[in-house]
T-cell receptor, first 120, second 112 residues
Framework: GAVVSQHPSWVICKSGTSVKIECRSL??????MFWYRQFPKQSLMLMAT?????????EQGVEKDKFLINHASLTLSTLTVTSAHPEDSSFYIC????????????????FGPGTRLTVL | SQKIEQNSEALNIQEGKTATLTCNYT??????LQWYRQDPGRGPVFLLL?????KEKRKERLKVTFDTTLKQSLFHITASQPADSATYLC???????????FGSGTRLLVRP
């Protein structure tokens, strides 16, 4: 149980185009989803927190107009990289916090397998 | 800022030995510290969580300790196996937020 998928697993695009990455919780409902970016040999950097039905909260330094996040349902969040440039090439990982985490204070997150984005 | 640091970029040990990884944090004590395993090109997989009022947590060959005086968590893998080779990440969570702040990770290599 508690499986999170991402699609696509990798994508190559031309500079200036937009790319959409999907994050799905397959067997549970996720009240909150998180989007991370990871550059080679570096750790995960939180980009934004996404709650179902509301606007995403972005971390400092992350351009909300460039990285559009939509959390339309309890099982799906999407990240769209608009007007992608080579410096946006990275490994994008989502995670989901289960709705059955309920009133637990700790953050039980389940991570997706990641999406490798390469912008030429 | 609330930093979390994993001082060792890489650790190389012989199969059967105990691997010990270190995670240090600055400023405020996190309510929870979590440890994850990440294989190349994959997302992190949750291993263990320890609360600030706990000193030690175990799961099979894994053990995590939390020392709020030293502002440090240690992660141990006993009887290590080549299959344990991976990058191990620690992450802090403050009580007031569900956000996780990750350390830079330690790449563990267990030699057969």
């Amino acid at each position: 149980g508690a499986v999170v998928s991402q699609h696509p697993s990798w994508v190559i695009c031309k500079s200036g185009t937009s790319v959409k990455i999907e994050c799905r919780s397959l067997d549970f409902q996720a009240t909150t989803m998180f989007w991370y970016r990871q550059f080679p040999k570096q750790s995960l950097m939180l980009m934004a927190t996404s709650n179902e039905g509301s606007k995403a909260t972005y971390e400092q330094g992350v351009e909300k107009d460039k990285f559009l996040i939509n959390h339309a349902s309890l099982t799906l969040s999407t990240l769209t990289v608009t007007s992608a440039h080579p410096e946006d090439s990275s490994f994008y990982i989502c995670s989901a916090r289960a709705s059955w985490s309920g009133k637990r204070n700790y953050n039980e997150q389940f991570f997706g397998p990641g999406t490798r984005l390469t912008v030429l | 800022s609330q930093k979390i640091e994993q001082n060792s970029e890489a650790l190389n040990i012989q199969e059967g030995k105990t691997a010990t990884l270190t995670c240090n944090y600055t400023n405020y004590s996190p309510a929870y510290l979590q440890w994850y395993r990440q294989d190349p090109g994959r997302g992190p997989v949750f291993l263990l969580l320890i609360r600030e009022n706990e000193k030690e947590k175990r799961k099979e060959r894994l053990k995590v300790t939390f020392d709020t005086t030293l502002k440090q968590s240690l992660f141990h893998i006993t009887a290590s196996q080549p299959a344990d080779s991976a990058t191990y990440l620690c992450a802090r969570q403050m009580d007031s937020s569900y956000k996780l702040i990750f350390g830079s990770g330690t790449r563990l290599l267990v030699r057969p």
